[in-house]
């Protein structure tokens, strides 16, 4: 007799409560220490570094649904993939007003000079504002009117991943280790996308179908 999928319909409902709470908690955690005072002596920085870091781990989530979803079969996972987006653009949106105002203080002549001039300035703006029309057209609603244009518009997410790991390799002057695990992280995302990726998935789903049998055969 073969066997059945198991129904995963309640798993979605209960997991995007969990999923919202772990991505609201960096920045819940964030104002506490604002608030407590244990942010440090220079709490600008710290908010600018927090927020930027968790906007790109947030997009490199956004980015690993599809994989893991060819990977495992679990297509529920795609149900997820909005608001883990969502939330990589709250928190970019979020490092970039704390630039614009605990930074510059709006000085927009001030800014514009830095956008024009330096490099990390200019690609992070550039993934800010590619970010924006994923954001305003993520809704079912967008998606039922774009039709086809819809995918081929979210497929900027993948320009948008690259920027954002160029932001950081530019910004940082020193370590370079973590921005370099960003970009290998990101690079083994786009990779696993393209064709040469097949044969790595189909690979890996064999063997968690052969796992997955021997252990049905172990509690046979």
């Known amino acids: 007799m073969a066997a059945t999928r198991p129904r995963v319909d309640w798993l979605v409902p209960t997991l995007k409560p969990v999923l919202f709470a772990a991505c609201l908690l960096p920045l819940l955690l964030l104002v506490w220490r604002l608030v407590d005072g244990t942010i440090g ?3 600008v920085e710290v908010i600018t570094h927090d927020t930027g870091d968790w906007a790109l781990r947030l997009l490199l989530a956004t980015l690993a649904v599809t994989p893991l979803r060819r990977l495992t079969g679990w297509r529920w996972l795609v149900r997820l993939r909005r608001m883990l987006g969502l939330f990589a653009f709250c928190y970019a949106m979020l490092h970039f007003t704390t630039y614009l105002w605990l930074d510059q203080f709006f000085d927009w002549q001030a800014i514009l000079a830095d956008i024009a001039k330096r490099p990390y300035i200019t690609v992070g703006f550039a993934a ?3 970010m924006l029309p994923l954001a305003v057209t993520s809704t079912k609603g967008w998606q039922r009117r774009l039709g086809a244009r819809w995918k081929q518009l979210h497929r900027l997410v993948y320009a948008i991943g690259v920027l954002a790991v160029l932001h950081y390799l530019w910004l940082v002057k020193a370590d370079l280790l973590e ?3 960003y970009a290998g992280v990101l690079a083994a995302l786009l990779a696993a996308r393209m064709p040469c990726g097949d044969w790595w998935r189909r690979c890996c789903r064999r063997r968690l179908v052969g ?3 021997q252990d049905v055969s172990a509690v046979r």
């Open 128 to 130: 800010l504002l590619l």
């Open 179 to 181: 921005p370099a695990i």
């Open 41 to 43: 002596p220079n709490p």
């Open 211 to 213: 796992a997955g049998r």
